[in-house]
């Protein structure tokens, strides 16, 4: 499905005030793509820390969970296979934009596996503790329990 077929149902879907944010993704390829589904179970945990509607800072890209990502790094090489990257990169070309949606992508499972351990130690009270290597300069995972954990961390 191309780029500007998807995004049109990402459009088309964001008319609709219930699938901004996280409760619905949008799956861009495979025979769903351009249909929305609702969302993995552990975003209804997150939802609180969505940033909807937030404009990001000027030569930034901010997430859908609020993280700020320099514009140069987060529309790097490689995003025409990352479609959570690739709509606003490419479709939007805005530097100060937020993701409005999520977008099912390899990016949206590394999340989901991250949420899953901050939603497990969140239920246990206890701490958490995590380091990314190997992913650049920015860290984005790493961002996102950071950004999850001091909304949502009964310490903070």
């Known amino acids: ?11 088309r ?5 219930e699938v901004r944010g996280l409760t619905y993704a949008l799956q861009p390829i495979g025979r769903r793509a351009g249909t929305w589904q609702r969302s993995h179970p552990v975003f209804e945990r997150f939802h609180s820390c969505s940033a909807v509607g937030d404009p990001a800072p000027e030569g930034y ?3 859908t969970l609020g993280v700020d ?3 140069d790094w987060f529309c790097g ?3 025409e296979m990352m479609p959570s990257r690739a709509y606003p990169c490419l479709v939007l070309s805005k530097t100060n934009y937020t993701t409005p949606s999520l977008i099912v992508d390899e990016e949206y499972f590394e999340l989901v596996s991250v949420l899953e351990s901050v939603a497990e130690a969140l239920a ?3 701490g958490f503790a995590m380091a990314e290597i190997g992913s650049g300069p920015y860290a984005p995972w ?3 329990v950071a950004r999850v954990w001091a909304k949502m961390s009964p310490a903070s």
């Open 1 to 11: 499905l191309g780029a500007r077929r998807w995004g049109r149902s990402l459009q």
């Open 13 to 17: 879907g964001l008319s609709n005030p």
């Open 61 to 63: 890209h901010r997430t």
């Open 69 to 71: 990502i320099p514009q």
């Open 77 to 79: 090489p490689g995003i």
């Open 124 to 126: 246990d009270g206890r």
């Open 142 to 144: 790493l961002l996102h």
